[in-house]
């Protein structure tokens, strides 16, 4: 069973920015294929970010240059740094992963991915 927890979630006021980080029980190194997810208050869990084992990344338009994901294949751990922070951008984040299945680059939905981690709560508000 792989383990992912989150952490750096916080409050922070619009136009702040937060680092969250996923660490994980398993090596990152190969294969692996890792999401950031979001989900708010009444609403269904959208797709944040993806990023594979060769370094590429896609990200959801809502939050395309201003999340930036990245990974320490050492400490096993893939962080989002998040900038220019909106109120919309309050939820509950979670990381996924996965080791096999469809290519990352065609991963985009909650089902795509084998292991969650538990959540780090963002709230963005004045």
């Known amino acids: 069973q792989v383990l992912l927890v989150e952490s750096g979630g916080g409050s922070v006021q619009p136009g702040g920015s937060l680092r969250l980080s996923c660490a994980a029980s398993?090596?990152?190194?190969?294969?692996?294929?890792m999401g950031w997810f979001r989900q708010a208050p009444g609403k269904e869990r959208e797709a944040v970010a993806t990023?594979?084992?060769?370094?590429?990344?896609r990200y959801a338009n809502s939050v395309n240059e201003r999340f930036t994901a990245s990974k320490d294949n050492a400490k096993n751990t893939l962080y989002l740094q998040m900038d220019s922070l909106k109120p919309e951008d309050t939820a509950m984040y979670s990381c996924?992963?996965?080791?096999?299945?469809?290519?990352?680059?065609?991963?985009?939905?909650?089902?795509?991915?084998?292991?969650w981690g538990q959540g780090t709560q963002v709230t963005v508000s004045s």
């Open positions: 996924a992963a996965k080791w096999s299945g469809l290519p990352c680059r065609e991963s985009w939905s909650t089902g795509d991915f084998k292991y």
């Open positions: 398993e090596s990152l190194d190969k294969r692996t294929c």
């Open positions: 990023f594979d084992s060769d370094g590429s990344s």
